[in-house]
């Protein structure tokens, strides 16, 4: 992503949605599945949405929406600009293991209960 900033935020379907845009100018949206804090920073698990198809709930594979298929997520650092705006950057490779051990962590136990 070009500068992985948060464009814009907006209310789809009374659910936050994050525009990000690529170097190219191709806008991309996701949607906060969870917010993870790890040490003092927070990040964001960030999953795809495709705008067109939003609103489809299925879960059934054989309607071709692809709302049961598995999901690629994003991890993005949630930083505060000069303007106290919050905006998703990239995190390290280190952040992105802690994150990423987190977040296994979470879902480890989340199974054992």
């Known amino acids: 992503m ?3 900033e948060k464009d814009d935020m ?7 949605v994050v525009v990000m845009t690529d170097e190219e100018g191709n806008e991309f949206y996701y949607r906060e599945d969870m917010i993870i804090p790890v040490g003092e920073k927070q990040f964001a698990i960030l999953v795809p949405i495709d705008v067109e198809e939003e609103g489809c709930e299925c ?5 071709g929406c692809g709302c049961g298929d598995e999901t690629d997520v994003f991890i993005a650092r ?5 303007t106290g705006e919050e905006i ?5 490779d280190e952040e992105f293991e802690a994150v ?8 480890f136990e989340d199974e054992e209960e």
């Open 88 to 92: 998703y950057v990239d995190p390290t």
């Open 59 to 63: 879960g059934d594979d054989s309607c």
């Open 100 to 107: 990423r051990k987190a977040y296994e962590e979470m879902v």
């Open 2 to 4: 070009a500068d992985n």
């Open 10 to 16: 907006m209310d789809f379907d009374d659910e936050p």
């Open 78 to 82: 949630i930083d505060v600009d000069e």
